[in-house]
């Protein structure tokens, strides 16, 4: 698995989907949560294996099915933006630290996040390759 994990989120041990006969199923499942103690109800979860839609909305994307919290702050939307644009499964090319930035650029490219005055996409995705 590959993503760009955004600032101040926390992904959950990833877990191999089984059949119910043990066969790999090729998909994984997490949860994604924001690290503060306000964060009630909001999470993002891919893979989940039953999600009421009560919870919120899911959408299929390459790696599977993504669902996320219906109420969620402005920033846990980017959050939310950043995750569905970046997750990758299977055999992942890694990206050396050289590339990473542009890689993660490149495959957020179009996906709209708003970021304040003065900051760069950089800033909010990968702070620790901006200022280099």
């Known amino acids: 698995m590959q993503l760009g994990l955004p600032i101040g989120w926390a992904i959950q041990q990833p877990v191999s989907l089984r059949t119910a006969a043990g066969v790999?199923?090729?998909?994984?499942?997490?949860?994604?949560?924001?690290?503060?103690?306000?964060?009630?109800?909001?999470?993002?979860?891919?893979?989940?294996?039953?999600?009421?839609?009560?919870?919120?909305?899911?959408?299929?994307?390459?790696?599977?099915?993504?669902?996320?919290?219906?109420?969620?702050?402005?920033?846990d939307l980017q959050a939310y933006r950043i995750l569905r644009a970046t997750l990758e499964l299977g055999e992942v090319e890694p990206v050396g630290q050289a590339d990473l930035a542009g890689n993660l650029v490149t495959r957020i490219h179009g996906v709209a996040l708003p970021a304040p005055d003065g900051l760069g996409l950089l800033d909010l995705i990968a702070p620790q390759l901006a200022a280099e």
């Open 24 to 75: 790999d199923t090729g998909g994984v499942f997490t949860i994604f949560e924001p690290l503060r103690a306000d964060r009630g109800e909001t999470m993002v979860a891919l893979n989940p294996r039953q999600w009421d839609a009560m919870l919120g909305p899911c959408e299929d994307i390459p790696a599977g099915r993504l669902c996320r919290s219906a109420a969620m702050t402005a920033g």
